[in-house]
């Protein structure tokens, strides 16, 4: 009988005679669980069906590898690039991986935003490792749930400033008339269309921060509840959609969500004159616009707020992958609280009882 170390030593000797082994072997199921794999190149290695089991593959180079119904249960996956690498039936509970491990183009497996799901074993391979000590992640829902609040609160108050916007496109009043504490303000459609840019670009530069922040925290979630929790916060942004026509529309609609900015164009641009292709009339007409060095502040504003829109409608594509979490690790926890408040339980009903006994002796 072959040992699990005289495996190992076969691997050891090249992927190529691995494989060829392999090959001649196909009723052999290699064990190298618990063993050390790190940093290895084991590019385009045959371990389908692989007792892989608690193996340390951290920073191995598995590219193009065939894992297929491979055993990494319990296995460091953390800095590992599994690009390309067929992982159909993979065992990944109590895997670990980490914000270094790669899985660009893999195959039998779904990407989520804290790992790699495999639905023929319904079990993940999550960012169950603490992040480094300065970045102020960690896996804490509440958090991620406070900033996506704090995002859609922004970003809905700059949705307002630009259907503000639209009732001067539609209605064509001469003048709007703002309330502020100390009294109102009156605005031309012009002067309102420059304050509503400065406005959304100083809010959605913090809804980019704060929906980043939520996704980067996301990332550590490993729980039933918190992927319930954020998967299905009541923000188109972040919410996720499972279903094909469900993802289409969401798109379409986040995407006007997030680019309501560039209505304010429409009060800047001399449309007559950029139809007609008259671009020394454009230059004139924002060189005497009412608003201090116009043609070139205007232009400065409106690259900042497309790249914000670009960067926020990014983000919220991160969004549209599940928060995974691990059924074994579930299961795991569920029986760890039922034996606690079976605990809690006895420990209530002794103490009952002894106040019941206390209260017999002093009558």
């Not at 297929?68 to 159909?88: I, P, V």
């Not at 009294?183 to 420059?194: I, R």
Request: charged letters at 20%; proline letters at 3%.
């Amino acid at each position: 009988m072959i040992t699990d170390s005289e495996h190992l030593n076969r691997l050891k000797e090249g992927v190529a005679v691995w494989n060829l082994w392999r090959q001649e072997h196909a009723d052999i199921r290699p064990d190298l669980h618990d063993l050390s794999l790190a940093a290895l190149d084991l590019r385009g290695v045959d371990f389908a069906g692989a007792n892989l089991k608690g193996a340390n593959l951290s920073k191995a180079n598995l590219v193009g590898a065939n894992c297929n119904d491979a055993d990494l249960s319990g296995a460091d996956l953390r800095g590992a690039d599994l690009s390309r690498t067929n992982l159909t039936g993979v065992n990944f509970s109590k895997s670990a991986i980490d914000i270094f491990t790669t899985y660009r183009d893999v195959q039998g497996c779904d990407i989520g935003v804290n790992g790699l799901y495999s639905p023929l074993t319904d079990s993940a391979a999550l960012l169950r490792i603490d992040p480094p000590g300065n970045s102020m992640q960690g896996a804490n829902a509440d958090a991620v749930i406070e900033s996506l609040k704090h995002a859609r609160k922004l970003q809905t108050f700059s949705l307002l400033l630009a259907g503000i916007a639209l009732l001067f496109i539609v209605i064509k009043p001469k003048t709007i008339t703002l309330p502020y504490l100390a009294g109102s303000f009156k605005f031309d459609d012009f002067s309102y269309s420059f304050l509503a840019t400065i406005l959304s670009t100083v809010l959605l530069s913090q809804v980019s921060s704060f929906i980043d922040s939520a996704l980067q925290g996301a990332h550590y979630l490993n729980d039933r509840r918190s992927a319930m929790l954020v998967g299905h916060f009541p923000w188109l942004l972040s919410k996720y959609e499972s279903e094909p026509a469900n993802r289409r529309q969401s798109k379409i609609m986040r995407f006007f969500l997030v680019f309501h900015p560039v209505i304010y164009i429409y009060f800047f641009m001399k449309w007559d004159l950029l139809f007609s292709g008259d671009l020394e009339g454009l230059l004139q007409h924002y060189q005497e616009m009412p608003v201090i060095y116009g043609e070139y502040l205007l232009p400065v504003l409106y690259v900042i707020l497309i790249n914000l829109c670009i960067h926020i409608f990014k983000l919220s594509e991160g969004f549209q992958k599940p928060i995974l979490f691990d059924t074994e690790t579930e299961r795991g926890r569920h029986s760890e609280m039922e034996r606690l408040a079976e605990a809690v339980e006895k420990q209530a009903s002794r103490t009952a009882e002894l106040v019941e006994l206390m209260r017999k002796r002093e009558g």
